[in-house]
């Protein structure tokens, strides 16, 4: 289906390990170090994909290709499944500083909900009068952003981006150009809603936009032709990935304009889903052999946990993967 921020590529390497990596890149003013900390399931070494971080390192994710289920994750490898009660298939895309989420889930008829877990108390979240939906950030406020779309099935056309806080939504694509599908991804406590939309026409595959009380703009590293925002932090650092000439793909930090690309050592796909204060961001990567991995990258002297074996926590429902459209994403159709 559509969350541009997972692919459904599969994984052979286990554990969690320790690597470093560097942001660099046209328009950077220098590159900046990270130790970069890989995250893989204990028992689904095959996929992992890391969607969203707040403030304490905690992280919002989900494992499985075929089959998702959610969690959440205290660094450096304590996982606790998180499941939307009841589902048949569920994920967790993000994370506020209280610990409550944002995610998505299937029904047991195949409605995709969208959906938030605060303080321990699950409610569902969807536009009224809409028949798919999917939530994808949250900020200290509770209030969270996502899409709705008009086919039940696929979730493919029509999507539109919002924000929604107590109920009430607000269109978000009604503020973006004329485009075929939008798609709202990050909040800051700021109200700063970050995403993407499909271009009505042009070359575009994918624009990344910024939405500051109602004001818009582009967000395009490097003049890329497909490029996607997935996270803010309070700071307004914002993250995501584009696609580079050679239809390679890569995450980014856009920290006060200034563009910086990133791939993990042995990444060839990377894709950078949420940003803390701290400037530590939290995603995942294709390798060679087609693995996918999750992984957080931390600024040069920030603390960073020391690995250890991984503990798995709680029980939970399996959850929901959908299938990638584009270079090993799922996302916005084309």
Known sequence: MLLRILNTNT?????????????????????AALTVQDVQFPTDPTFTQLLGINNAG????????????????????????????????????????????????????????????????????????????QALGINSSNATVGYFALDQAAGQMGQSAYSQKGGVFTSINALLPTNNNSQAVGI????????????????????????????????????????????????????????????VQHGYTDIGGTFASFDPVGSVNTTINGVNDLGQVAGFFTDANANTIGFVGTPAGTAVPEPVSATLLGTGLLGLAWQRRRRGQAGVAA
């Open 188 to 247: 800051n406590n700021a109200g700063d809603v970050v995403g993407f939309y499909l271009p009505a026409s042009g070359p575009d595959t994918s624009l990344g936009f910024l939405d500051v009380n109602g004001t818009i703009s582009t967000v395009d590293p490097f003049g890329s032709t497909n490029t996607q925002a997935l996270g803010i932090s309070n700071t307004g650092e914002i993250v995501g990935f584009y696609t580079d000439a050679a239809g």
């Open 11 to 31: 994984s052979k390497a286990a554990g969690i390990g320790i690597a470093m990596a560097m942001l660099a890149g046209a328009g950077a003013a220098q590159a």
């Open 58 to 133: 905690t992280v919002a994710g989900f494992h499985g290709a075929a089959v998702a289920q959610g969690f959440t994750l205290n660094l450096p490898g304590t996982f606790t499944i998180q499941n939307f009660p009841g589902s048949v298939m569920s994920m967790a895309t993000g994370i506020n500083s209280a610990g409550s989420t944002a995610g998505i889930y299937q029904d047991a008829g195949g409605t995709t909900h969208g959906y938030t877990n605060i303080g321990g108390v699950f409610a569902t979240v969807d536009q009224p009068g809409t028949v798919f939906n």
